[in-house]
């Protein structure tokens, strides 16, 4: 059946590591590979089509292929791909940017997640002369040493990191403000707190009732920059992200995904004195050649605008769909006698193969992997196509149907008697 996808991976084997150019996108035995996508669906190498959650790991948030968004770019790109000086529509995102997002008073645009974390941490350890950093245990910023060690003492998720660069980073747990008061008390060298304000890499997490307020109230306290990660939740919890959804201003927000609806492109944005701290001007070095290029700066220009524009239909619209899908899943779970949890907000979900409530990382570990990856495998068969890991989360984008939510509730119900039944 997916005969066409194995005989690419063996060729991509041979030229790409591990056959994928990013890990999370091979699993066993080998992933299908794409030839299309249009709105909800993905078509693959194998004439196959699967409503798609995974959705470009959220930045699909239109759906694929949008025709507002393709033709802008297309547009664009006959004038010239890449200036390297300054452009009107480099101020005209910028401005728009700045409309959606409260915390927002200047924006440098950069190409991705990563360089927009990273480049924000910096900012954020010469801003505050202090070296540490938090992040929380679960939580994802990019695969740069300082954001990829585990909790503990000199470990680290990757080979080839030095612990002289990661050691200056505190992984605490997530959803636990009062360990977070005690390590800044007791350590006054913390120059910056990062955050997914949901967190969407452990699955799908959400912060406790206050919790989110607790480490804006700490972090003042503190003099700590508190940078809110919002590279999935930016322009898709609301067209202000989670900074407008909790009603919570961070020092320094980063976003990319939904930002650009597919195309590469992302923002550091934030407090004037803190932004202004960036070179030229200022001592923080950053720079780019593709930042601010502009097909992306059109496409995140469309995608925006689109936002702006139907953001009370779009929004309204996105949750509904996924709340669907959430309580189908749930009457499947009761039916099948299945103890799980489901956590969802806005337009994403996840469910985890534990009967725990999953608030960190931890809770999230406990997942059962051999139940998940029976019904990814279930819901592949029947054309539903969800990310491979139990640590990632389900997207819903603008281009998901009544249909697709209906066909997607059919299919985890038979897939989960699938699981229960193996
Ligand atoms: C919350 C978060 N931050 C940062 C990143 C890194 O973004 P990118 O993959 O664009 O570098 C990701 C990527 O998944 C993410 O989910």
Redesign the pocket.
Known sequence: MLSNSKSLFDRAQRVIPSGVNSPVRYYDPFPFFAVSGKGSTMRTADNETYIDYCMG??ALLLGHSYSTVTESVKSRIDDGSLFCVPTEEEIQLAELISKAVQCAEMIRLVN??????MNAIRLARAFTKKKKVVKFDG?????YDYVLPKPGVDASISDGIINEASSQTLVLPYNDSETLEQVVKEDDDVGCVIV?PVA??MGLVLPEKQYLNEIRRITRHNNIVLIF?E??TGFRLALGGAGEFFGIKPDLA?F??AIGNGF?I?AITGKREIMQQLSPSGKVYQASTYAGNPACVSASIATIEVLCKAKNEIYPKIARTCDNIVSGIKDALKDFKLDCTINNIGSMFQLFFTDEKVKNAVSANKSDPIMFRKLFNELLKRGVFIPPSRLETCFISYSHSEDDADKTVESYYESLREVKQS
């Not at 991705?112 to 974390?117: C, D, L, V």
């Not at 939580?139 to 695969?143: F, Q, R, V, W």
């Open positions: 790991y959220g991705t997640g990563m360089e927009a974390t939580c994802y910023h990019g695969a997914e969407a890499n990660d590279v999935v980063t990319a995904k590469p992302a």
